[in-house]
């Protein structure tokens, strides 16, 4: 899967609208973490050293009725201009290219950069409408596409605009994700390991199916650990349970066997006798054999014995993909089974891929994340790349 970047782009001179992901978090109007503006930061200053007249678009939020004023990306134009020691441009149309897009464009010169408004304020970017595909298309001379969060949906600004834009080419942020990931999936250093967490087995379905066809060690934690500890006919108590799932889980099982595939799952549980309210709430806890939950409690997190368990796998690995916490990692009390799988990971000589979402805000949260090899950029975009479906983004992409 291996495509054009700005690297094998010549933009002196020309347009070029760059799809980043400006999904900040705000309060009160101001941006509380800057980290995904910072990380596009390379692209752009690339194809700014390049000449090019740099068009910026993202969503941000979730309007419902349109423009909404406390999703506008004017605070990011102002942090984006100190941050590149350059005045950004923002093209303030609620139509998104609208009259003050198109002057601001119009006046631009090589190295300039323009940030135009909310892309979502337009109702067809995630319906993919054509109208909107080609009003963006009219702006651009070339278009790169940086926002791996975003380049599993097929929207206006990540798909379908690449139907009237040439050539379509990777930033550096989704470069490196296809580069890391694609090896992982399809070239890893074995052996190869790969932990899948967090509360939902419908969440994983192709995920583990998918895995079981690459993998040399699958471990299993989180809430969706107890289905399948369910489908061995343990009791699990009051512990998360899918019952519709349970005969899939024994297929996995099965298919684990025959494909001589190790499946890892808890052979101990921290439990509680009611969920945490607030979700970091002092709670009393025990530890117990996974097979001997009372039916009055529930498991909320690996126990040490799964921890040793699942540190020896990743620790004996050359390459770990992650992705889903091992608890409710929220609650410092039922952390402990996230942290030392983030541990485990980080004191492993392995390639050590996070999947992101929670599993990157707890490597992050834990001070972690410097020793990791990657940190995906986008939670959902990485599980469906981990589950081998087409990405619209980086399908519409050129081919190397």
Same mark, same amino acid.
């Given at each position: 899967?291996?495509?054009?970047?700005?690297?094998?782009?010549? $933009?002196? /001179?020309?347009?070029?609208? *760059? %799809?980043?992901?400006?999904?900040?978090?705000?309060?009160?109007?101001?941006?509380?973490?800057?980290? %995904?503006? $910072?990380?596009?930061?390379?692209?752009?200053?690339?194809? !700014?050293?390049? =000449? +090019?007249? *740099?068009?910026?678009?993202? #969503?941000?939020?979730?309007?419902?009725?349109?423009?909404?004023?406390?999703?506008?990306?004017?605070?990011?134009?102002? %942090?984006?201009?100190?941050?590149? =020691?350059?005045?950004?441009?923002?093209?303030?149309?609620?139509?998104?290219?609208?009259?003050?897009?198109?002057?601001?464009?119009?006046?631009?010169?090589?190295?300039?950069?323009?940030?135009?408004?909310?892309?979502?304020?337009?109702?067809?970017?995630?319906?993919? /409408?054509?109208?909107?595909?080609?009003?963006?298309?009219?702006?651009?001379?070339?278009?790169?596409?940086?926002?791996? /969060?975003?380049? #599993?949906?097929? #929207?206006? @600004?990540?798909?379908? *605009?690449?139907?009237?834009?040439?050539?379509?080419?990777? +930033?550096?942020?989704?470069?490196?994700?296809?580069? !890391?990931?694609?090896?992982?999936?399809?070239?890893?250093?074995?052996?190869?390991?790969?932990?899948?967490?967090?509360?939902?087995?419908?969440?994983?379905?192709?995920?583990?199916?998918?895995?079981?066809?690459?993998?040399?060690?699958?471990?299993?934690?989180?809430?969706?650990?107890?289905?399948?500890?369910?489908?061995?006919?343990?009791?699990?108590?009051?512990?998360?349970?899918?019952?519709?799932?349970?005969?899939?889980?024994?297929?996995?099982?099965?298919?684990?066997?025959?494909?001589? $595939?190790?499946?890892?799952?808890?052979?101990?549980?921290? !439990?509680?006798?009611?969920?945490?309210?607030?979700?970091?709430?002092?709670?009393?806890?025990?530890? *117990?054999?996974?097979?001997?939950?009372?039916?009055?409690?529930?498991?909320?997190?690996?126990?040490?014995?799964?921890?040793?368990?699942? +540190?020896?796998?990743?620790?004996?690995?050359?390459?770990?993909?992650?992705?889903?916490?091992?608890?409710?990692?929220?609650?410092?009390?039922?952390?402990?089974?996230?942290?030392?799988?983030?541990?485990?990971?980080?004191?492993?000589?392995? &390639?050590?891929?996070?999947?992101? +979402?929670? @599993?990157?805000?707890?490597?992050?949260?834990? =001070?972690?994340?410097?020793?990791?090899?990657?940190?995906?950029?986008?939670?959902?975009?990485?599980?469906?790349?981990?589950?081998?479906?087409?990405?619209?983004? &980086?399908?519409?992409?050129?081919?190397?």
């Amino acid at each position: 899967m291996a495509k054009k970047t700005v690297d094998d782009i010549q $933009v002196t /001179g020309k347009r070029v609208l *760059v %799809r980043c992901d400006f999904n900040v978090p705000m309060k009160d109007g101001k941006i509380t973490n800057d980290k %995904r503006i $910072v990380a596009a930061l390379p692209t752009i200053k690339k194809l !700014i050293a390049d =000449g +090019g007249k *740099v068009i910026l678009c993202s #969503h941000l939020g979730k309007p419902k009725n349109g423009p909404e004023e406390k999703f506008s990306l004017a605070p990011v134009a102002v %942090r984006l201009s100190e941050l590149l =020691g350059q005045n950004v441009v923002f093209a303030n149309d609620d139509n998104v290219v609208g009259e003050n897009a198109k002057a601001a464009v119009a006046a631009m010169k090589d190295g300039d950069v323009v940030l135009l408004q909310n892309t979502r304020f337009r109702a067809e970017e995630t319906k993919n /409408g054509e109208a909107f595909s080609k009003d963006l298309a009219t702006l651009a001379d070339a278009y790169v596409d940086d926002a791996f /969060g975003s380049c #599993h949906r097929a #929207h206006c @600004s990540t798909a379908g *605009v690449t139907a009237y834009t040439s050539p379509n080419v990777a +930033g550096y942020l989704i470069g490196k994700e296809l580069s !890391i990931m694609g090896k992982a999936l399809e070239n890893a250093d074995r052996p190869f390991v790969a932990v899948l967490g967090g509360a939902k087995i419908e969440d994983k379905l192709n995920v583990i199916n998918n895995l079981l066809e690459k993998v040399d060690t699958l471990i299993i934690g989180g809430g969706m650990a107890f289905t399948f500890l369910k489908a061995k006919g343990y009791e699990i108590g009051q512990s998360l349970l899918d019952e519709s799932k349970i005969d899939y889980c024994k297929d996995m099982m099965k298919k684990a066997e025959e494909k001589g $595939v190790k499946l890892l799952l808890p052979v101990d549980s921290v !439990i509680v006798k009611e969920f945490p309210n607030p979700i970091d709430a002092e709670i009393e806890t025990c530890v *117990v054999d996974a097979d001997k939950i009372p039916a009055d409690m529930q498991g909320c997190d690996i126990g040490p014995k799964t921890v040793e368990l699942f +540190g020896a796998a990743i620790k004996a690995a050359k390459t770990v993909v992650w992705n889903g916490p091992m608890g409710v990692f929220e609650n410092p009390t039922l952390a402990k089974g996230t942290l030392g799988v983030a541990q485990a990971m980080a004191d492993s000589d392995a &390639v050590t891929i996070i999947g992101g +979402g929670d @599993s990157a805000a707890a490597v992050e949260q834990m =001070g972690l994340a410097p020793k990791m090899t990657h940190i995906s950029t986008g939670g959902g975009a990485s599980l469906e790349y981990l589950e081998g479906k087409t990405l619209p983004g &980086v399908a519409a992409l050129n081919d190397k």
